[in-house]
Antibody, heavy 121, light 106 residues
Framework: EIQLQESGPGLVKPSQSLSLTCSVT?????????WSWIRKFPGNKMEWMGY???????NYNPSLKSRISITRDTSKNQFFLQLNSVTTEDTATYYC??????????????WGQGVMVTVSS | DIQMTQSPSLLSASVGDRVTLSCKAS??????LNWYQQKLGEAPKLLIYYTNSLQTGIPSRFSGSGSGTDYTLTISSLQPEDVATYFCQQYNSWPTFGAGTKLELK
């Protein structure tokens, strides 16, 4: 069974960087698919942040492009989110998810449980 | 980016009711629309993809329809386990989500 699990600090200070890890079991992230980060703000609005593909290429939400980096460690079957210069507006629950994308079909089919991150001094 | 508007934001219904949730896009999304269910404390679960295709393992009481800018998720007979928040998501351009409809039992 494919499982994704987020981990990382639950509290980050303003202006610092937010760093999260997504550990994947049951599927090798270099075998296929794109591996995304998605966040849900208080009030339920969700935002796709970006992905790293099975080949290692990345694509980011234009609204975050200057602050975001998604990388991976294939030896550990993990991928990572770094978001720089955070503000209180970045307080959210962060999810990692597998993104199926082919022809006219595209969806997030496996998700982690999410990790809540609060930005506060 | 494409804005997704869901209505209502809160819906109360009784067990056995036929329930309809709406999702409207700010521009034509050519049926590139998915629906997810999220129960409290759980990860979102894919219910419907490409407007009306039922994900494997999802009960047939769930169905989707729509075209252009207007889309609908229907639950034909509401069950207690359907209490959740439902999100729509488009993928005509980079993915964007609606703010959700919270479904509760009356």
């Amino acid at each position: 069974e494919i499982q994704l699990q987020e981990s990382g600090p639950g509290l980050v200070k303003p202006s610092q960087s937010l760093s999260l890890t997504c550990s994947v079991t049951g599927y090798t992230i270099t075998s296929g698919y794109d591996w995304s980060w998605i966040r849900k703000f208080p009030g339920n609005k969700m935002e796709w942040m970006g992905y790293i593909s099975y080949s290692g290429s990345t694509n980011y939400n234009p609204s975050l492009k200057s602050r975001i980096s998604i990388t991976r460690d294939t030896s550990k079957n993990q991928f990572f989110l770094q978001l720089n210069s955070v503000t209180t507006e970045d307080t959210a629950t962060y999810y990692c998810a597998r993104w199926e994308y082919s022809s006219y079909i595209s969806y997030f089919d496996y998700w982690g449980q999410g990790v809540m991150v609060t930005v506060s001094s | 980016d494409i804005q997704m508007t869901q209505s209502p934001s809160l819906l109360s219904a009784s067990v056995g009711d036929r329930v309809t949730l709406s999702c409207k896009a700010s521009q034509n999304i050519y049926k590139y629309l998915n629906w997810y269910q999220q129960k409290l404390g759980e990860a979102p679960k894919l219910l419907i993809y490409y407007t009306n295709s039922l994900q494997t393992g999802i009960p047939s009481r769930f169905s989707g329809s729509g075209s252009g800018t207007d889309y609908t998720l229907t639950i034909s007979s509401l069950q207690p386990e359907d209490v959740a928040t439902y999100f729509c998501q488009q993928y005509n351009s980079w993915p964007t989500f609606g703010a959700g409809t919270k479904l509760e039992l009356k």
